[in-house]
């Protein structure tokens, strides 16, 4: 199993990056995906998750600004962040859950200045 996440980038306050993640090594459609970050000396924290039926979850401090899709063709999650604040500030992450192991792509790197 394999993730791949990119679009990360450099924005300012109040802009928008849209973050995706191609999974491969699994039946894509059957899981349940999800977003973590990583703010420099904080715990990562779950922030979205797209269930296999597209149920969606978000953190408290995301809701409202972020959305998480899915396209089962293209074996690809995305994390559209609109109004992003300099606390969205982190390292992004994509992680499935896959015969009882975390699988996690290499996090891409969101910076959002004031």
């Known amino acids: 199993v394999q993730l791949q996440a990119s679009g990360g980038g450099v924005v300012q306050a109040g802009g928008s990056l849209r973050l995706s993640c191609i999974v491969s090594?699994?039946?894509?459609?059957?899981?349940?995906m999800n977003w973590y970050r990583q703010a420099s000396g904080k715990q990562r924290e779950l922030v979205a998750s797209?269930?296999?039926?597209?149920?969606?979850n978000y953190a408290d401090s995301v809701e409202g600004r972020f959305t998480v899709s899915r396209d089962n063709a293209k074996n690809t999650v995305y994390l559209q962040m609109n109004d992003l604040k300099p606390e969205d500030t982190a390292v992004y992450y994509c992680?499935?859950?896959?015969?009882?192991?975390?699988?996690w792509g290499q996090g891409t790197q969101v910076t959002v200045s004031s």
């Open positions: 992680k499935v859950l896959y015969d009882s192991r975390d699988y």
């Open positions: 797209i269930s296999r039926g597209s149920i969606t």
């Open positions: 090594g699994l039946s894509f459609s059957f899981y349940t």
